[in-house]
């Protein structure tokens, strides 16, 4: 190849880089978290002189309401900024199922807030699980994984459920009913072998909830019989000892290291006093999703450059805060508040303010602010994590 040759080669290759680069800028790719942020570009609504909302009233939304059960989704249609996770607050009257269904984009985690729920989920080695679920625990189902809900007993239930892809509803959520009902007799005969005849009266529609009798208290064995699956998707997490015990509230916390099979998501209920402070900090390795459970809280945003926002989330209300992006939680209600925080990743990871100050010389943060020394022999000289009303508790 001549030296003009390589140039032109060069020159061509070179812009075809540049043009393949700005081609996959501007794709959104269905994967967890962010993809403009994965790809170290700026997401443009983040980028903007001011934070935008970081708030969606989700309890106050219209969602799908079939007889008594109801299902409302927050996902970057309702809340742009939350690209990394997607939320639904999900109830169930008695007799009523989510039909079985699959998530082609996201993981499903969920927590139980009252009433009971039984789930079956199937994993593509063909081992199923059969879980009952009550008040404080969690399941956690594989993105692609096959499963149902249903409500258990005379009581409704109510669970919220966190993907980690905040875009996943957009790409629909894949139910055997819309399947089924869409598919030619032929090829149904064909596949179960039985006639055509077995499929007339399926519904031609999603169902989406299904409704029948209240199922059995004990589950009955599935078609094949008992194929356990290596790791279970189910974890009593307030049935553990809290986390952490504070002065001001306390934490439980649940990640892959306590629930093997939550690869993707970790999960927290935080309890705060009235008055109480989760202190300022932020998450290296994964966005934030609130759901408020009970009680008012104040939730602030740091966005770097100044930027700064402060939004009032009560019960039902949720809230997102992107990766690495400082923030704190307080409770400004007369009454204990409840938040449930869901992360996109299996591992839980937190640097807090007073964490960091600790961890440096006085004679940098002296430097730091120009601040004497001694002021800062004051500050906590360990991590904070939940301030009390009066501030933090003294060693």
């Known amino acids: 190849m001549s030296d003009f040759q390589r140039r032109d080669f060069l020159a061509g290759a070179a812009a075809f880089a540049a043009a393949t680069t700005a081609a996959l800028v501007g794709t959104k790719r269905a994967e967890a978290g962010d993809?403009?942020?994965?790809?170290?570009?700026?997401?443009?609504?983040?980028?903007?002189?001011?934070?935008?909302?970081?708030?969606?009233?989700?309890?106050?939304?219209?969602?799908?309401?079939?007889?008594?059960?109801?299902?409302?989704?927050?996902?970057?249609?309702?809340?742009?900024?939350?690209k990394g996770i997607a939320g639904v607050s999900m109830r169930l009257e008695p007799g009523a199922m989510r039909e079985l269904h699959w998530h082609a984009t996201a993981a499903e985690w969920a927590f139980v807030i009252e009433g009971r729920v039984r789930t079956t989920v199937i994993d593509p080695q063909?081992?199923?699980?059969t879980n009952d679920f009550g008040p404080g625990d969690v399941w956690y189902f594989p993105r692609g994984h096959g499963h149902m809900l249903e409500c258990l007993g005379n009581q409704s239930t109510h669970f919220i459920l966190i993907f980690d892809n905040g875009y996943f509803s957009e790409f629909g959520t894949f139910s055997i009913t819309d399947w089924i009902g869409h598919t030619p007799k032929p090829?149904?005969?064909?596949?179960?072998?039985?006639?055509?005849?077995?499929?007339?009266?399926?519904?031609?529609?999603?169902?989406?909830?299904?409704r029948g009798a209240v199922p059995p208290e004990e589950p009955a064995p599935p078609l094949h019989g008992r194929k356990l699956p290596p790791l279970t998707h189910k974890y009593e997490l307030l049935a553990q000892i809290p986390h952490g015990i504070f002065k001001g509230g306390r934490e439980w916390r649940v990640d892959s290291s306590r629930f093997p099979i939550s690869k993707t998501v970790t999960g927290v209920i935080l309890d705060l006093d009235p008055g109480a402070l989760?202190?300022?900090?932020?998450?290296?390795?994964?966005?934030?999703?609130?759901?408020?459970?009970?009680?008012?809280?104040?939730?602030?945003?740091f966005g770097s450059d100044g930027r700064y926002r402060t939004e009032i989330l009560e019960k039902g209300d949720v809230g997102y805060i992107p990766q690495g992006y400082g923030h704190s939680i307080e409770n400004v209600g007369d009454t204990p508040s409840r938040a449930l925080l869901g992360?996109?990743?299996g591992v839980y990871e937190t640097i807090d303010l007073s964490m960091w100050i600790a961890g440096n010389p006085v004679d940098v943060l002296a430097t730091n602010f120009?601040?004497?020394?001694?002021?800062?022999?004051?500050?906590?000289?360990?991590?904070?994590?939940?301030?009390?009303?009066?501030?933090?508790?003294?060693p």
């Open 35 to 82: 993809p403009s942020f994965m790809n170290n570009v700026p997401d443009p609504l983040l980028a903007e002189d001011e934070l935008p909302t970081f708030k969606f009233a989700l309890e106050k939304s219209t969602g799908k309401v079939i007889g008594n059960s109801s299902g409302k989704e927050a996902t970057v249609k309702q809340l742009p900024i939350s």
């Open 126 to 129: 063909g081992n199923a699980e």
């Open 187 to 210: 090829l149904l005969a064909k596949n179960f072998g039985l006639p055509e005849s077995a499929f007339d009266g399926f519904p031609k529609e999603e169902v989406y909830f299904a």
């Open 278 to 301: 989760r202190e300022l900090h932020w998450h290296p390795t994964a966005d934030e999703w609130q759901y408020i459970i009970e009680g008012k809280v104040s939730v602030t945003l």
């Open 343 to 345: 992360f996109n990743t």
């Open 370 to 394: 120009s601040k004497p020394a001694s002021l800062f022999e004051k500050f906590p000289h360990s991590d904070v994590f939940i301030a009390d009303k009066d501030g933090p508790e003294k």
